[in-house]
């Protein structure tokens, strides 16, 4: 899938700088499609106020430039966020839409 011009990249060191110099963050997941043997697929975006979405990618550049990284739900999904993540809880839905919730 396409980069769109309205997102920039980052990288998941750029994610820990982030979190290292305490800029607040938001994250969502875009469900971008399925497997060959029908799982779902997503892709993370990051969201900072007053930045465009940041789109993550692979910290390895391809010869046609940078990779999204994509992640199916486990163990991929889970183990992303609950390290990389902004500390909201994942819901999926009936159709594979993922949510966040705020904890408590």
């Not at 990249?9 to 994610?15: E, H, K, R, W």
């Not at 697929?41 to 900072?48: E, K, N």
Request: proline fraction near 8%; aromatic fraction near 12%.
């Amino acid at each position: 899938m396409p980069i769109a011009r309205n997102q920039i990249l980052i990288t998941i060191d750029g994610v820990k700088d982030l979190s290292e110099k305490g800029i607040a963050f938001r994250c969502r997941y875009e469900l971008v499609g399925f497997t060959d043997d029908g799982k779902p697929r997503y892709q993370c975006i990051y969201l900072r106020e007053g930045e465009p979405d940041a789109i993550l990618v692979s910290t390895r550049i391809t010869p046609h430039g940078p990779e999204p990284r994509y992640f199916n739900i486990w163990p991929g999904l889970f183990k992303h966020h609950l390290e990389f993540g902004d500390g909201r809880d994942l819901r999926f839905g009936p159709d594979y839409e993922l949510t966040l919730e705020e904890r408590g």
